[in-house]
Each structure stands twice: as structure tokens, then as C-alpha cells.
């Protein structure tokens, strides 16, 4: 599986961002997926995750209520849409895939693609 993040940029705390994985060479649908981030000088971490179907997406308390993550099975797309992010957001994000959500979220994904700098200012 290929994955290929996308969208990060600048943004304003407080304004709002969306971030864009495309995912191509498997069945797209039969993966679980997430976002992990890694900020300058720190481990990386897991963000949100979400299973195949795109329903109960599961966040990291660091984002919970701010950011939500959704799929689009048809388009083999994954999105992050980042409201209210804060200057401790700022980080690369990757997306990643494993046919089991618990994978993700413990940060073993199978597949991991490029990631997508997002710098928040404040």
C-alpha cells in the first residue's frame, strides 16, 4: 500500500486546516487507518485513528474535540480536519494503515507514507 499525505502548510491558532491521505495498491477498505505526527526533537506520536468502515474514529486526548478524522472508501482518501489547532500542533504528519485499528493506535502500522508539515503560529 502506497500512502501519500498532503494539506499541511501554515495556519493560524485557532483558524482550522485539513490534511488528505491517499492511499492506492490495496484494497483500500479492508485497512484500518490513522494519523501519527512527529514534532521537531520528539518521538512520534499517534493522533487519531479510525477502522474500516470510518465509523467510532479514536483520538489522542492531545486532540480529542479539536481535530476529526473521516474516509471516503469510494476515493481511498483519509482526511484530518484540524480546528482550533494550537502552536504544539506543529508537526509532520503521517498517515498509516494495519487491518487492525489496535495496531495503530499503538503506534505499528504497516504501511506509513510521506508525511505533510503543519506549522502552526501563533
Known amino acids: 500500500v502506497q500512502l501519500q499525505a498532503s494539506g499541511g502548510g501554515l495556519a493560524q491558532a485557532g483558524g482550522s486546516l485539513r490534511l488528505s491521505c491517499a492511499a492506492s495498491g490495496r484494497t483500500f477498505s479492508n485497512l484500518a487507518m490513522g494519523w501519527f505526527r512527529q514534532a521537531p526533537g520528539k518521538e512520534c506520536e499517534f493522533v487519531a485513528a479510525?477502522?474500516?468502515?470510518?465509523?467510532?474514529?479514536y483520538y489522542a486526548d492531545s486532540v480529542k474535540g479539536r481535530f476529526t478524522m473521516s474516509r471516503d472508501n469510494a476515493k481511498n482518501m483519509v482526511y484530518l480536519q484540524m480546528d482550533s489547532p494550537r502552536v504544539e500542533d506543529t508537526a509532520v504528519y503521517h498517515c498509516g494503515a494495519h487491518q487492525k485499528m489496535h495496531n495503530i493506535v499503538i503506534l505499528r502500522p504497516e504501511y506509513w507514507g510521506q508525511g505533510t508539515l503543519v506549522t502552526v503560529s501563533s
Open positions: 479510525t477502522n474500516r468502515g470510518g465509523s467510532s474514529p
